[in-house]
């Protein structure tokens, strides 16, 4: 189900019989033809089962389901939209950032101390995103939301990318990430830059930088 972006921080949507969309609870801007929106219980695939689970793991955005023929737009807040084609890879994004998704796509949760261990979980606690992250795998398109529009760096084998952790907006691939510190003694004295945390992300794949540090 193919995303067009409108504007920077609005997208439109075709929706087609015998296909299902998702979106945040008030996401919807306008729409033309014969559609119906009604609140999704468990939030795309994963059944009772995986809507529990978002909830335990605090990743459970109000979503709702978007069916029918016709175009819908879509946009929240103001915030800068960027659209992530996937092919059978998979996208880890905070749910609170997600704007919309084809429901095609297998969503779940993905505890972020199985990467990074320790500092995964110390991850989640200094970006305020929680410990646990959500997750889109499979064939379909993702909107996505950020603060002053977002960047895609690549990463590969031998070519880490280093990300100030309250600009990270998500990624997709094969990626490791881990947390690491950079304090120095100008840290120590009160006179460094501020950037003691790097989010070092490691393997193939991508990664989405926002051009803010400002939560959504």
Known sequence: MPFNLLTSRMVE?????????????GAMLAY????????????GQGGLRGMIGR?????????MTVEGQGTVMFGHGGHHVHVIDLVGDTLCVES???LAFDG?????????????????????QVT????????????????????GGVLELPIGPGRPVHVDPQAYVAHRGDVRNKLSTAIGWREMVGRG????FQLELSGTGM????ASEEKL
């Open 13 to 25: 949507a075709q929706v087609m019989p015998g296909q299902t969309l998702f979106s945040q609870r």
């Open 128 to 147: 305020g995103q929680g410990l646990f992250t959500t997750t889109l795998e499979g064939h379909g398109s993702a909107a996505v939301m950020a603060h």
């Open 104 to 124: 095609s796509l297998r969503q779940g949760t993905m505890f972020l101390g199985s990467q990074g261990g320790v500092m995964g979980m110390v991850r989640g």
């Open 207 to 210: 990664v989405y930088v926002q």
């Open 32 to 43: 033309r033809g014969d559609v119906r929106f009604t609140p999704s219980i468990t939030g």
């Open 193 to 196: 830059s501020g950037e003691a």
């Open 55 to 63: 909830r335990v793991a605090n990743e459970a955005t109000p979503l």
């Open 96 to 98: 609170d950032r997600l």
